[in-house]
Nanobody, 120 residues
Framework: VQLQASGGGLVQPGGSLRLSCAAS????????MGWYRQAPGKQRELVAR???????NYADSVKGRFTISRDNAKNTVYLQMNSLKPEDTAVYYC???????????????WGQGTLVTVSS
């Protein structure tokens, strides 16, 4: 099982980006999927997460600007980021609690990270 993130890049303040993260491999099911970020010199922090029912929660710093969604059929989670600010600059990591095929226990997985730079 692996997570593959994509969609990062350079964007001007006020711009938008959409991140995607697809889970692949032998997967029985996925519970929570989420996005974390780590800025230089700072600890990794939760940005947003979504459970299988569709319930979401967000960091206060991104509420109203970011939207997390998922496509369960594609085992993919998205993060739509609008009104981006320089302080959103960070490496963004996807994370998921995945039940591997044939297992009744989930394991936590991390994607490789994708860099988002907000700068003029």
């Amino acid at each position: 099982v692996q997570l593959q993130a994509s969609g990062g890049g350079l964007v001007q303040p006020g711009g938008s980006l959409r991140l995607s993260c697809a889970a692949s491999g032998s997967i029985f099911g996925i519970n929570v999927m989420g996005w974390y970020r780590q800025a230089p010199g700072k600890q990794r922090e939760l940005v947003a997460r979504i459970i299988s029912s569709g319930s979401t929660n967000y960091a206060d710093s991104v509420k109203g600007r970011f939207t997390i969604s998922r496509d369960n059929a594609k085992n993919t989670v998205y993060l739509q980021m609008n009104s981006l600010k320089p302080e959103d600059t960070a490496v963004y990591y996807c994370n998921a609690d995945i039940y591997p095929g044939g297992s009744s226990y989930y394991s936590n997985y991390w994607g490789q990270g994708t860099l988002v730079t907000v700068s003029s």
